[in-house]
């Protein structure tokens, strides 16, 4: 059998903006692919089973992508140290930064799956679920919390894996995983009539070989993932460091979704009809999001390698141009989704929910044009995180989190707006967030929060 070889791309030398993007767009891909899964589960449940069945997966998704916030974000967070002593050459440290953010991930699992599923009927009270949806609602949610540990390990591998300069191997193992989650939906819900229920389970069993793929490949090509007996696995120094980066990438990714959690109950209140709309409208912002999200994780663990090696100059530049292809791709995005919105509410419900549809399509052409303050915001957010400010970054976040809570309400019910006052919220927490972070950027006060001290550049 033919050797694994690990692949890497040079963030160091060479052309700034191609190098950026050959790194992005297989983390871009993966993050369409992992998209597919909520959206999978959304278009099969909402086609073949019922509008109320697509309202119980969403009901549950401001909650989910809470935690997913909280599993990607650490490691996401952490693999920030890891590209530092990379582009220091410190190699010795990275292997107890990888043992040391596993352990501590794999008991922040254990804790979170434990109380979800403890309080999960308590969760979907709170959120106002309606009745005729609860119970499918709570069904879905206790399944995904049994499967949070395979979704945190996943994340994990590919953090770590992109921090060394490899963003197609989890590209690969995701494509797999996702067309798992595909046919095991059409499975369990068309063969087996298991509903909701069979979406979750696909889910669960896809991430599942996700982790199990990821392992073997890491424990074949890196050094830096295999462990020798006795080996200190996990660093209590180094741990400081993790923490203080990993915690505010977790908080910060699990911001935005916090704030949603707090209005879910303001979106439940107006019906399965508008949670429905609100599901699918939901589902593609996400997606007009991966473009730009893709090129973020690229930045910040460009600016992380060449922070630590000295080259601040260099890790500005790449902000600049791979910010304004940001802005670019998201411009394309806003026109699609505000020319094709009626066509895209199709892909999730049958052509006889025209209520669901009409209001879906309505909140997203209401958002749409806004976009590109979301990718100013996360490209600029994204340099920060690489340079090891990442308490600034996650302030950023608390702005979009706060103001797009206290404008759905305001919108909702101060202006008597409705269900789509909930819509014009997201762009000004976006203006918000963007205006925060561009400030932050230009005042400097990144330029001493790395993990690797050097001289730099000015």
């Known amino acids: 059998m033919k050797k694994l070889q690990a692949r890497k791309v040079d963030m160091l030398s060479g052309p700034i903006l191609p190098r950026i993007l050959a790194f992005s767009l297989p983390i871009f891909l993966g993050s369409v692919f992992q998209q597919l899964y909520s959206m999978v589960d959304s278009i099969v ?63 922040l699992a254990v804790v979170l799956t434990v109380l979800g599923l403890s309080l999960a009927r308590h969760i979907m009270r709170w959120v106002n679920v309606p009745d005729n949806i609860y119970q499918d609602t709570v069904t879905y949610f206790s399944i995904f919390i049994a499967g949070m540990v395979f979704m945190a390990l996943y994340n994990f591998f590919a953090s770590f894996l992109r921090a060394l300069g490899d963003s197609t191997t989890p590209l690969i193992f995701l494509i797999i995983s996702s067309l798992l989650n595909i046919a095991g939906d059409l499975f369990f819900v068309l063969a087996l009539k298991m509903g909701v229920a ?64 707090m209005v879910q109950g303001l979106i439940n209140s107006y019906g399965s009809v508008n949670i429905a709309a609100y599901t699918s409208a939901n589902k593609m912002e996400g997606l007009s999001h991966l473009p730009v999200m893709g090129v973020s994780m690229a930045i910040s663990l460009f600016v992380g390698q060449n922070i630590g090696a000295g080259q601040r100059n260099r890790a500005k530049k790449g902000l600049l141009q791979s910010g304004a292809f940001a802005l670019a791709l998201s411009a394309l995005m ?51 995180r690489g340079s090891g400010d990442s308490v600034a970054a996650m302030i950023a ?62």
Not at 346 to 356: C, G, I, P, Q, T
Request: glycine share 10%; proline share 2%.
């Open 45 to 107: 449940v909402g086609k073949y089973v019922s509008a109320d069945a697509l309202a119980a997966v969403g009901s549950t998704g401001t909650i989910s992508m809470l935690l997913v916030g909280i599993m990607m974000g650490f490691p996401t967070g952490a693999s920030v140290v890891a590209a530092q002593f990379l582009g220091a050459g410190q190699k010795d440290k990275i292997r107890r930064t990888i043992s040391t953010t596993l352990v501590f991930l794999l008991g």
């Open 198 to 261: 069979g979406v979750a389970w696909a889910t669960v069993i896809a991430q599942a070989i996700s982790v199990v793929l990821c392992f073997v490949y890491v424990s074949r090509t890196s050094e830096y993932f295999r462990f020798r007996k006795g080996e200190q696995i996990f660093d209590q120094e180094l741990f400081k460091d993790i923490l203080r980066l990993g915690l505010p990438s977790s908080v910060r990714a699990s911001i935005t979704s916090l704030g949603m959690v």
């Open 334 to 384: 806003a026109a699609a989704i505000y020319a094709f919105g009626p066509y895209i509410m199709r892909l999730f419900v049958n052509d006889s929910d025209a209520e669901v549809i009409k209001v879906g399509a309505a909140f997203m052409r209401t958002w749409a044009p806004f976009i590109l303050f979301h990718a100013l915001a996360q490209s600029t957010i994204a340099f920060l």
């Open 397 to 458: 976040m608390f702005f979009d989190l706060g103001v797009r809570t206290v404008a759905a309400y305001i919108f909702a019910l101060g202006f008597n707006m409705g269900f789509m006052g909930i819509a014009y919220s997201l762009p000004c927490g976006w203006v918000a967030c963007a205006a925060f972070a561009v400030i932050r950027y230009l005042s400097g006060g990144w330029k001493t929060k790395a993990v690797v001290k050097t001289s730099g550049e000015e």
